[in-house]
């Protein structure tokens, strides 16, 4: 948090300064700032000029600024009054949307949790069971196949592939199979519980092929990778010897083995397509969803939200590692957190 928290307003063009520019009809790109830390901005006309945008804005409208926005105080006093708030889950109000952060979350998160968690659930329904496909078949001409379209979807992003399957399929320059935009249609809340799962399924249906076919590559051979090492160790060898079935033999003893490191990059893998690979996503099928909101509050330098969205992040990524854990001690019962040597 605090490494964050200095990056974040060490960045050129903050809250007061962009405030300023509005007032003053400028532009507050690059070329209307300075570098100001936004750390220490002291409430005097002295320190006027510590801003190019403040040219023409008398002192005590630049001190007013400074107090509303909390840089009147030191910044480490900020920061240990954001720690405490955000122990309360506490996060203030957005300094350029003029509303309760919390609430700001709220609206957006559930486009992102349906959206990464939908990918999220398809991409390890498909890369397991193909992983490990290709573990049993490796080298045979299915292995090799399978390779290639892998590699085709490991080298292009998801969203080169989200502009493809919008000039194929939402009229771009082909069909008109699937909207272009949003989560769900105009009258959503008239429509039967029938006609909003429909509905739901049309919309989300290209953002979330798009991030499979981005995300599943990685997964897929990580199965497989694993299960040959685990295929070719002295156990499955005494299996086999034993009589025991192929079948037997792969999910009776190698996958639980094999599954763990499969399961310990679960988290990784679900915030990555919730919080990073959706953001872009979102921007092209105008989802309306927490990545684009994180982005928007990065680029207006409004703090509370950049804070805010970092700390659910985290908080969400700590809560998916404890998941594992658990999920560890349900694939293999031989792990037991609570024994120590």
Known sequence: MLVNFLLIQAAPGGPVEQLMAKYQHQSSDATARIGNTGMEVAATASNAAAYRGAQGLEADMIAE?????GFDKPWYARFWGMLKNYAQFDFGNSFFQDRPVMELIKAKLPVSLSLGLWS?????????????RKAVKDGSNFDLWSSFVIIIGYAIPSFLFAML????????????????????????????????????AWHIALPTIALVIGGFASLTMLTKNSFLEEINKQY???????????????????????????????????????????LLIEVIFSLDGLGLLGFEAAVNRDYPLVFATLYIFTFVGLFLNLLTDLMYVWVDPRIDFAQRD
């Open 165 to 200: 399957l919008i000039v194929l399929f939402a009229g771009g320059s082909y069909w008109q199979i699937f909207p272009l935009r949003g989560l769900v249609s105009e009258g959503f809340d008239q429509f039967s519980t029938i006609e909003k799962i429909k509905d739901y």
């Open 236 to 278: 499955v060898l005494t299996a086999r010897a034993k009589g025991a079935s192929e079948k037997r033999v792969l999910y009776g003893h190698v996958f639980r083995n094999a599954m763990l490191i499969v399961i310990a990059g679960f988290p990784a893998a679900f915030v990555g397509i919730l919080f990073t690979g959706s």
């Open 65 to 69: 600024l400074n107090k509303q926005y």
């Open 120 to 132: 999220t659930l398809i991409i390890y329904l498909i890369s397991i069971p193909l992983g490990i």
